[in-house]
C-alpha cells in the first residue's frame, strides 16, 4: 500500500540533462524541481500527455516557455519520477524514444531507448577510428555472442522486449552499439560476460534468487527501493539535499551507487574489511559513503569519533571536502579527516614529544645534514655506495626500529639485493648509530619513529585516545608501522576498520600484508571491478604499463586486471612525439583550443607533469598564448569555478579527474626520472623504482575521464615505446 505523501524521486539523466542547459535557464529548472518536491500534485503543475511516447506513463510539465519537463507519473500510486529537461521539441522526441518499467523478474526499475514503428534502429556512433576498430574486431564470428536461454538473460535484466535483440549480437562491437537500448545493469551484466568475466560470477553479481514471490510491475514505490533502481534513481531525504544534487548535477558519486557499492557501504561487518579496485571504480567515494553511513545510524554512540585517514595530506583536504557535500553538519562532527603523519605529529606532541618530526628531501636540509655526518663514518673498504646505505637505513634500520648492534644482526633483510654477512654489518652499523645519534642532537626524530611512538604510548595505556572506527583511503601507500598504529587506534569490534586500497596505484611505499599488521581480513576482502572513470581504451592503454609486473592485493597475495573493465569504449589515447618543446607547447595550445571551442571549460583540462619545475615551464607556455592557467596547491583543494587551465604534477593529480588529461614532456630521463632511477646501484631497488614511477604513470593517466593526450620532445620516454 502506497504512502499518503507523495514519493517524488530524480533520475540521474535528469540531472545531466539538468546540468548541460544554459545556466540562465537553470534557476527556472530549480525554483520548478522544489515546488514539484513539495508537491507534484499542485494545481499550477500541468500535466500534459505526450501522444507519441511508447511509455503510457510519462507525462510532460511546463518549466517556462521553452523548457518542459518529462515525468513518470503512473496511474497506481503516489509516485513522481522527474526522468529528463531539455526545449519543448527536444524533451518530447526524447519522451518518445524511451521507455521507464519495473522489470517482471529483477524487480528493478529500468530506463532505456526504444525504436520507433516503422524505423530502423539508430546507429550509434563510437568515437574511435575505423582503423582502431578493425585491429579490436579483427575476427568477428557469425555466431552469436551470447549462448544463454531466456530465464538466464530475464534474471541478469535484460528486458523481455530485448531478448530478440541480445540474441542476435555476435560481437563486443554490436553489444557497445546495442547500449543505450539497454538497462544500464543488463547491458554492464552482458558487456562483463563478453570481456571474459565467467557466467558464475554473473549471475552471483546481477541475478536475482529464484522466489516465489511475484513482481508487481505497478509498484513504483517498492520498485525505487531496489538497490540495482537506486544506482539511477534516487529520492531526496529534504530540500537541503535536493539542493545539493541540483547545485552539483554533474557529481553523480554524491547519491548514485551500483548495488556492489552500496554492499559494501550499508552492511555490518564483523572486523576489518579491504576493498580492492582498479582506478575509476569508486573506491573513494565507498570510503566516504561508508563513514557517513556508520556515523549516521542510530547505534553510534553519542561523541564517538570516526578517523578518516589518507597518505597525503593534499588528498585528506579533498576528502574533507567531499565529505561536506554529503554529510550533515552533524555527521561531519563525528568525523575527522587528516593524513596519518599529521596525526601522529600532533599525537605525539600532546603526549610530551618534544622531538621535531623531519622528511627525506624536505627544503629545511636538517635531514640532508644528519644524513652527511652520520656518512661519513662509512667504511671505505666496503665499497658500498651512498645510496646503499641509505635504503638499508630505510628499508631495515626504521622499518624494523633496530636500535642497537645486536639488533641488525638479527634484524631482516628480505627483498635486499646485496647479501651481507655479520662482519659486513658490524662495518656498517656506525653510520646508522651516527645518523641516530645527529638527530637526537638536533632534536629531531623520523616519521617511522614518531609513529612507533606512538604505537607504544597507545599499547602501554599512556594515553586512551581511540576512535570507534577507522576508514583508510589508498591503502597500499601505508607502511607496516603505520597500519599496526591504525589496528591500535579502534577496538576489535563490528565495523571497525574499513581500507580501499590499489597496488596498482602504490607510488610511495614497499607492499605491506595487513594480516602481518594486526588487521585480519578473513573473509572481508572485496574487490571493485567497474571503472566509472576512464574510457575502456584509456584504461588499457594506462593499464598495459603494468601488465607484466606481479601485484599485490594489500594481503599478501596478488591482484590482477584481468576482471576490470571500463562500460565506455571511447576515444584512443593520442600520443605524439616532437622535435622541440616549442613544436610541443604550440600543439598542447592548439588542442585546448579545440576543446574549448567543443564546449570544455578550460577548468576540466589538466596539464600533467612529472616535476614542479616542468609545471612552471608549460605554465609559462600557455600564458605566452594567452591562455588562463592555475596551479594546483598540495594545500589545497581544486576551485572549479577558477577558470584556467589547471598544472599538477603526477604526484598532485592522484584522487583528482578532469574530463581531460594532458600528459607532457613525457621524454627520456624524465619518466621515469632518471633521477630516482639512479640513485641505487642494486638491481632490486632499481625494479622497485621501476615500478613505482610505471605506478606513477598509470595513475596520472586515469585520471582522464574523457581524453587522453601524451606528448614529448625529442627523444620519448621508453614508456611509450612498451
Same mark, same amino acid.
Given at each position: 500500500m502506497s504512502n499518503l505523501q507523495p514519493k517524488v524521486a530524480l533520475g540521474d539523466g535528469f540531472l545531466q540533462a539538468f546540468a548541460a542547459i544554459p545556466r540562465s535557464k537553470q534557476k527556472a529548472v530549480m525554483s520548478f524541481v522544489s515546488k514539484f518536491r513539495s508537491n507534484p500534485r499542485a494545481p499550477g503543475i500541468n500535466y500534459e500527455v505526450i501522444r507519441n511516447a511508447r511509455d503510457t506513463n510519462f507525462r510532460s510539465v511546463r518549466i517556462d516557455q521553452d523548457y518542459r519537463g518529462v515525468v513518470l507519473s503512473p496511474e497506481q500510486g503516489n509516485v513522481y519520477i522527474l526522468l529528463w529537461v531539455d526545449k519543448h521539441d527536444e524533451a518530447y522526441t526524447w519522451a518518445e524514444r524511451h521507455r521507464c518499467q519495473i522489470h517482471p523478474t529483477t524487480g528493478s526499475l529500468q530506463l532505456f531507448e526504444v525504436e520507433h514503428e516503422f524505423e530502423q534502429p539508430e546507429e550509434v556512433s563510437v568515437p574511435i577510428t575505423v582503423e582502431k576498430l578493425e585491429q579490436q574486431y579483427e575476427k568477428v564470428d557469425t555466431k552469436p555472442l551470447f549462448e544463454l536461454d531466456d530465464e538466464t538473460l530475464l534474471s541478469i535484466g535484460v528486458p523481455q522486449e530485448r531478448l530478440a535483440l541480445v540474441h542476435s549480437l555476435t560481437s563486443e562491437l554490436e553489444l557497445e552499439k546495442s547500449e543505450p537500448r539497454l538497462p544500464i545493469e543488463a547491458?554492464?551484466?552482458?558487456?562483463? +560476460?563478453?570481456?571474459?568475466?565467467?557466467?558464475?560470477?554473473?549471475i552471483q553479481e546481477y541475478s536475482v534468487s529464484k522466489q516465489n514471490i511475484p513482481v508487481d510491475i505497478k509498484d513504483f514505490e517498492k520498485a525505487l527501493d531496489h538497490p540495482a533502481t537506486q544506482r539511477r534513481f534516487h529520492v531526496p531525504e529534504d530540500e537541503q539535499e535536493l539542493g545539493r544534487m541540483l547545485n552539483a548535477p554533474l557529481e553523480r558519486w554524491r547519491v548514485f551507487l551500483h548495488p556492489s557499492q552500496r554492499q559494501l557501504v550499508e552492511r555490518e561487518w564483523k572486523g576489518p574489511v579491504r576493498v580492492l579496485g582498479g582506478a575509476g571504480t569508486g573506491k573513494t567515494v565507498v570510503a566516504m559513503h561508508r563513514a557517513r553511513w556508520l556515523v549516521s545510524q542510530p547505534e553510534w554512540p553519542k561523541n564517538a569519533r570516526l578517523l578518516f585517514t589518507t597518505f597525503t595530506s593534499n588528498l585528506?583536504? !579533498?576528502?574533507?571536502?567531499? +565529505?561536506?557535500?554529503?554529510?550533515? =553538519?552533524?555527521?561531519? $562532527?563525528?568525523? &575527522?579527516?587528516?593524513?596519518?603523519?599529521? *596525526?601522529?605529529?600532533?599525537?605525539?606532541?600532546?603526549?610530551?614529544?618534544?622531538?621535531?618530526?623531519?622528511?627525506?628531501? @624536505?627544503?629545511?636540509?636538517?635531514?640532508?645534514?644528519? *644524513?652527511?655526518?652520520?656518512?661519513?663514518?662509512?667504511?671505505?673498504?666496503?665499497?658500498?655506495?651512498?645510496?646503499?646505505?641509505?635504503?638499508? *637505513?630505510?628499508?631495515?634500520?626504521?622499518?624494523?626500529?633496530?636500535?642497537?648492534?645486536?639488533?641488525?644482526?638479527?634484524?631482516?633483510?628480505?627483498?635486499?639485493?646485496?647479501?651481507?654477512?655479520?662482519?659486513? #654489518?658490524?662495518?656498517?652499523? =656506525?653510520?646508522?648509530?651516527?645518523?641516530?645519534?645527529?638527530?637526537? #642532537?638536533?632534536?629531531?626524530?623520523?616519521?617511522?619513529?614518531?609513529? %612507533?611512538?606512538?604505537?607504544?604510548?597507545?599499547?602501554?595505556?599512556?594515553?586512551?585516545?581511540?576512535?570507534?572506527?577507522?576508514?583508510?583511503?589508498?591503502?597500499? !601507500?601505508?607502511?607496516?608501522?603505520?597500519?599496526?598504529l591504525l589496528?591500535?587506534?579502534?577496538?576489535?569490534?563490528?565495523?571497525?576498520?574499513?581500507?580501499?586500497?590499489?597496488?596498482?596505484?602504490?607510488?610511495? $611505499?614497499?607492499?605491506?600484508?595487513?594480516?602481518?599488521? @594486526?588487521?585480519?581480513?578473513?573473509?572481508?576482502?572485496?574487490?571493485?571491478?567497474?571503472? %566509472?572513470?576512464?574510457?575502456?581504451?584509456?584504461?588499457? %592503454?594506462?593499464?598495459?604499463? +603494468?601488465?607484466?609486473?606481479?601485484?599485490?592485493?594489500?594481503?599478501?597475495?596478488?591482484?590482477?586486471?584481468?576482471?576490470?573493465?571500463?562500460?565506455?569504449?571511447? $576515444?584512443? =589515447?593520442?600520443?605524439?612525439?616532437?622535435?622541440?618543446?616549442?613544436?610541443?607547447? $604550440? *600543439?598542447?595550445?592548439?588542442?585546448?583550443?579545440?576543446?574549448?571551442?567543443? @564546449?570544455?571549460?578550460?577548468?576540466?583540462?589538466?596539464?600533467?607533469?612529472?616535476?614542479?619545475?616542468?609545471?612552471?615551464?608549460?605554465?609559462?607556455?600557455?600564458?605566452?598564448?594567452?591562455?588562463?592557467?592555475?596551479?594546483?596547491?598540495?594545500?589545497?583543494? !581544486?576551485?572549479?569555478?577558477?577558470?584556467?587551465?589547471?598544472?599538477?604534477?603526477?604526484?598532485?593529480?592522484?584522487?583528482? &579527474?578532469? #574530463?581531460?588529461?594532458?600528459?607532457?614532456?613525457?621524454?627520456?630521463?624524465?619518466?621515469?626520472l632518471s633521477k630516482a632511477m639512479k640513485a641505487s646501484q642494486d638491481v632490486v631497488e632499481q625494479r622497485l623504482t621501476d615500478i613505482n614511477e610505471r605506478a606513477l604513470f598509470h595513475v596520472a593517466a586515469t585520471r582522464a575521464v574523457r581524453y587522453l593526450y601524451i606528448s614529448s620532445y625529442g627523444i620519448p620516454s621508453e614508456y611509450l615505446e612498451s
Amino acid at each position: 500500500m502506497s504512502n499518503l505523501q507523495p514519493k517524488v524521486a530524480l533520475g540521474d539523466g535528469f540531472l545531466q540533462a539538468f546540468a548541460a542547459i544554459p545556466r540562465s535557464k537553470q534557476k527556472a529548472v530549480m525554483s520548478f524541481v522544489s515546488k514539484f518536491r513539495s508537491n507534484p500534485r499542485a494545481p499550477g503543475i500541468n500535466y500534459e500527455v505526450i501522444r507519441n511516447a511508447r511509455d503510457t506513463n510519462f507525462r510532460s510539465v511546463r518549466i517556462d516557455q521553452d523548457y518542459r519537463g518529462v515525468v513518470l507519473s503512473p496511474e497506481q500510486g503516489n509516485v513522481y519520477i522527474l526522468l529528463w529537461v531539455d526545449k519543448h521539441d527536444e524533451a518530447y522526441t526524447w519522451a518518445e524514444r524511451h521507455r521507464c518499467q519495473i522489470h517482471p523478474t529483477t524487480g528493478s526499475l529500468q530506463l532505456f531507448e526504444v525504436e520507433h514503428e516503422f524505423e530502423q534502429p539508430e546507429e550509434v556512433s563510437v568515437p574511435i577510428t575505423v582503423e582502431k576498430l578493425e585491429q579490436q574486431y579483427e575476427k568477428v564470428d557469425t555466431k552469436p555472442l551470447f549462448e544463454l536461454d531466456d530465464e538466464t538473460l530475464l534474471s541478469i535484466g535484460v528486458p523481455q522486449e530485448r531478448l530478440a535483440l541480445v540474441h542476435s549480437l555476435t560481437s563486443e562491437l554490436e553489444l557497445e552499439k546495442s547500449e543505450p537500448r539497454l538497462p544500464i545493469e543488463a547491458f554492464e551484466a552482458l558487456y562483463l +560476460l563478453a570481456a571474459g568475466t565467467s557466467l558464475k560470477d554473473i549471475i552471483q553479481e546481477y541475478s536475482v534468487s529464484k522466489q516465489n514471490i511475484p513482481v508487481d510491475i505497478k509498484d513504483f514505490e517498492k520498485a525505487l527501493d531496489h538497490p540495482a533502481t537506486q544506482r539511477r534513481f534516487h529520492v531526496p531525504e529534504d530540500e537541503q539535499e535536493l539542493g545539493r544534487m541540483l547545485n552539483a548535477p554533474l557529481e553523480r558519486w554524491r547519491v548514485f551507487l551500483h548495488p556492489s557499492q552500496r554492499q559494501l557501504v550499508e552492511r555490518e561487518w564483523k572486523g576489518p574489511v579491504r576493498v580492492l579496485g582498479g582506478a575509476g571504480t569508486g573506491k573513494t567515494v565507498v570510503a566516504m559513503h561508508r563513514a557517513r553511513w556508520l556515523v549516521s545510524q542510530p547505534e553510534w554512540p553519542k561523541n564517538a569519533r570516526l578517523l578518516f585517514t589518507t597518505f597525503t595530506s593534499n588528498l585528506a583536504l !579533498d576528502i574533507a571536502d567531499n +565529505l561536506r557535500k554529503i554529510c550533515t =553538519p552533524e555527521q561531519v $562532527q563525528r568525523i &575527522e579527516v587528516i593524513n596519518l603523519d599529521a *596525526w601522529v605529529s600532533q599525537f605525539v606532541r600532546r603526549n610530551g614529544y618534544q622531538s621535531r618530526i623531519i622528511y627525506p628531501g @624536505g627544503r629545511d636540509n636538517h635531514y640532508t645534514n644528519c *644524513w652527511s655526518k652520520a656518512m661519513a663514518l662509512a667504511d671505505g673498504s666496503l665499497s658500498f655506495p651512498d645510496s646503499f646505505y641509505q635504503e638499508e *637505513w630505510q628499508r631495515v634500520i626504521l622499518s624494523q626500529q633496530v636500535r642497537s648492534r645486536q639488533e641488525y644482526f638479527a634484524a631482516s633483510r628480505i627483498g635486499r639485493g646485496v647479501a651481507l654477512n655479520r662482519r659486513q #654489518r658490524a662495518q656498517i652499523w =656506525p653510520v646508522f648509530e651516527e645518523m641516530r645519534e645527529q638527530l637526537a #642532537r638536533g632534536g629531531f626524530v623520523t616519521v617511522e619513529d614518531a609513529v %612507533y611512538h606512538a604505537l607504544e604510548l597507545l599499547q602501554q595505556g599512556d594515553d586512551k585516545r581511540s576512535y570507534h572506527a577507522v576508514v583508510v583511503d589508498e591503502g597500499q !601507500d601505508f607502511a607496516a608501522e603505520a597500519l599496526s598504529l591504525l589496528r591500535a587506534l579502534v577496538p576489535e569490534q563490528y565495523n571497525d576498520i574499513f581500507i580501499v586500497g590499489d597496488a596498482h596505484q602504490r607510488i610511495y $611505499q614497499r607492499k605491506t600484508s595487513l594480516g602481518q599488521c @594486526g588487521i585480519n581480513i578473513m573473509g572481508r576482502g572485496r574487490k571493485l571491478k567497474i571503472n %566509472y572513470r576512464t574510457t575502456e581504451l584509456i584504461r588499457r %592503454y594506462a593499464t598495459a604499463l +603494468l601488465e607484466n609486473v606481479e601485484i599485490d592485493d594489500l594481503d599478501g597475495g596478488t591482484d590482477g586486471t584481468k576482471d576490470y573493465r571500463s562500460l565506455v569504449l571511447g $576515444q584512443a =589515447p593520442i600520443v605524439q612525439n616532437f622535435n622541440d618543446l616549442s613544436g610541443e607547447g $604550440q *600543439w598542447l595550445v592548439e588542442n585546448i583550443n579545440h576543446l574549448q571551442n567543443s @564546449g570544455l571549460s578550460l577548468s576540466e583540462i589538466c596539464i600533467v607533469t612529472r616535476t614542479n619545475s616542468l609545471c612552471g615551464t608549460y605554465e609559462e607556455i600557455l600564458q605566452s598564448y594567452g591562455l588562463a592557467t592555475h596551479t594546483l596547491s598540495r594545500q589545497k583543494v !581544486d576551485d572549479r569555478s577558477k577558470e584556467g587551465v589547471r598544472l599538477a604534477t603526477m604526484h598532485r593529480i592522484k584522487g583528482l &579527474e578532469f #574530463r581531460c588529461v594532458m600528459m607532457v614532456g613525457i621524454n627520456h630521463g624524465v619518466v621515469p626520472l632518471s633521477k630516482a632511477m639512479k640513485a641505487s646501484q642494486d638491481v632490486v631497488e632499481q625494479r622497485l623504482t621501476d615500478i613505482n614511477e610505471r605506478a606513477l604513470f598509470h595513475v596520472a593517466a586515469t585520471r582522464a575521464v574523457r581524453y587522453l593526450y601524451i606528448s614529448s620532445y625529442g627523444i620519448p620516454s621508453e614508456y611509450l615505446e612498451s
